[in-house]
Nanobody, 121 residues
Framework: QVQLVESGGGLVQAGGSLRLSCAAS????????MGWYRQAPGKQRELVAS???????NYADSVKGRFTISRDNARNTVYLEMNSLKPEDTASYYC???????????????WGQGTLVTVSS
């Protein structure tokens, strides 16, 4: 079974840094795009950053210049380096994969279970 397993969340002071990781487990041939979304209490889930298999990236305006997304295609892993964190970055962060091909079939979209990031002021 293919799963997305996230790690790296936690509590950090404003101005600090965290690095999130998300690994796709299972027998995987390719993943078209991977990304990170976040959802704060009482708010809708929003895109934070995404990256294609060709390394094209897209960022939310609110994180440009502070967050960096990258991926290791050989390890089917995506990373989110978060710097200069602000209290408004506090949210559950969810890994997303689109267009995943594996030995068990094709998955149009998969989500991770989420990891909590809390930024204290």
């Amino acid at each position: 079974q293919v799963q997305l397993v996230e790690s790296g969340g936690g509590l950090v002071q404003a101005g600090g840094s965290l690095r999130l990781s998300c690994a796709a487990s299972g027998s995987i041939f390719s993943i078209n795009a991977m990304g990170w979304y976040r959802q704060a209490p009482g708010k809708q889930r929003e895109l934070v950053a995404s990256i294609t298999s060709g390394a094209s990236t897209n960022y939310a305006d609110s994180v440009k210049g502070r967050f960096t997304i990258s991926r290791d295609n050989a390890r089917n892993t995506v990373y989110l380096e978060m710097n200069s964190l602000k209290p408004e970055d506090t949210a559950s962060y969810y890994c997303n994969a689109r267009g995943l091909s594996g030995s068990r079939g094709y998955y149009p979209e998969l989500w991770g279970q989420g990891t909590l990031v809390t930024v204290s002021s």
